[in-house]
């Protein structure tokens, strides 16, 4: 199927795309779009990464504020833009080297349903969890990275039905908002973060206000909108009303089956590991979109049940019946390891099957030859 996209976003059309077509000139021939996509994600997980290393359990900012390094902030900021524009040339660079495949699309929006995850995750560190004075509970936390999820999954679930992708506004300015974030950690240092704003109110709450409102009252029903105008105009990708909202199951199984174990875990799962709970969260959930994105590009039904569903069931299961006992974090810790590997696994499979299927080579522009 071609690929179409619709960007409406005041920002990214005045003032960042004049921008990308100014860095992509820079951008030798020979380079493979796929490359460019990829080493954007690599930025963004040696990134995470680092802030882990610094922060492992999102305390920093808010008990020990020099904890982080000042360069550390600053190279967040640097990767978080470097990550943008080549998310955002990749495709410019496909179109001005002729090489635009569904690989490509596949690849671009497959590393984007993961690197949403890990922004938000790599961003927690800066406004550091609930202290008592300061921070962000973990309950909010994994309630935020929920909704920016929710907002990813609307995208791709409305293109499943309509065909388009209407680039949804949040992301230039989410991307902006992170940028500036980490710069003004860097000059001014975590305090920022920790002093009220406005009628005792922090820059943290007023960005998830922000965050709700945007989801709430432009995303979603932007998303309804457009579902419904195709429907309108008999564009609609599938008749039945079981069909279109078939792809929706498998997340919101996911979002409850997670809810469940957060809220009556008898160890207090998010408390006592919230960096790796919502690391599993982001990976799960990037497997499940990018099954709906292949079956949105290559016009097949999603399954009902993703198959992660199964053994995260046993899991939460075998958590709040207390029968994991105190092995609770260490079965959490080997879950999201096997995930993980799961989903690096399935994206390489995925990857060469589409590689040698058309014939093209992932990093490389230059032709297979064929047997």
């Known amino acids: 199927s071609q690929y179409s996209a619709v960007d409406t976003n005041p920002l990214s059309v005045y003032i960042m795309q004049p921008i990308w077509n100014k860095i992509i000139k820079i951008v030798p021939l020979w380079i493979a779009p796929n490359l460019l996509t990829f080493s954007g994600f690599v930025m963004i997980l040696v990134n995470y990464f680092l802030i882990s290393f610094y922060d492992w359990d999102y305390t920093a900012s808010g008990t020990s504020p020099g904890l982080v390094p000042t360069w550390v902030w600053l190279f967040s900021a640097f990767t978080t833009f470097c990550a943008y524009a080549l998310d955002s040339i990749d495709g410019k660079h496909a179109r001005r080297t002729q090489s635009s495949t569904p690989l490509g699309e596949l690849f671009d929006h497959g590393l984007d349903s993961w690197a949403t995850s890990i922004f938000v995750l790599s961003f927690f560190s800066v406004c550091s969890r609930d202290n008592g004075k300061t921070g962000v509970s973990v309950y909010t936390m994994y309630i935020y990275l929920s909704i920016v999820l929710f907002n990813f999954m609307c995208s791709h679930w409305e293109k499943y039905n309509t065909g388009v992708l209407f680039l949804p506004w949040g992301y230039d300015i989410s991307q902006v908002v992170l940028i500036a974030a980490y710069l003004l950690t ?15 109110y922090y820059i943290t709450d007023a960005l998830v206000i922000l965050l709700i409102g945007f989801s709430v009252f432009l995303s979603f029903p932007q998303t309804l909108y457009n579902i419904h105008r195709a429907h309108l105009k008999k564009t609609l990708k599938n008749d039945s009303l079981y069909e ?50 292949i079956c949105q590009m290559s016009s097949t039904r999603p399954e009902l049940f993703h198959w992660f569903l199964f053994p995260l069931a046993l899991v939460v299961y075998a958590a709040i019946s207390g029968l994991l006992g105190w092995t609770e974090e260490a079965v959490l810790a080997v879950f999201t390891a096997l995930v993980t590997a799961a989903h690096v696994h399935y994206g390489v499979c995925v990857g060469m099957q589409l590689s040698e299927h058309l014939n093209i080579y992932i990093f490389s522009l230059k032709k297979r030859v064929q047997e």
């Open 186 to 200: 860097g000059a001014v240092g975590v305090e920022v973060w920790q002093k009220p704003l406005l009628f005792g």
């Open 244 to 293: 279109g909202l078939l792809p929706l199951v498998s997340p919101l199984l996911l979002f409850i089956l997670l809810t469940v174990w957060v809220v009556l875990s008898p160890g207090n799962i998010l408390a006592k590991q919230p960096r790796l709970f919502l690391w599993m969260v982001g990976v799960a959930f990037s497997n499940v979109i990018c099954k709906v994105i």
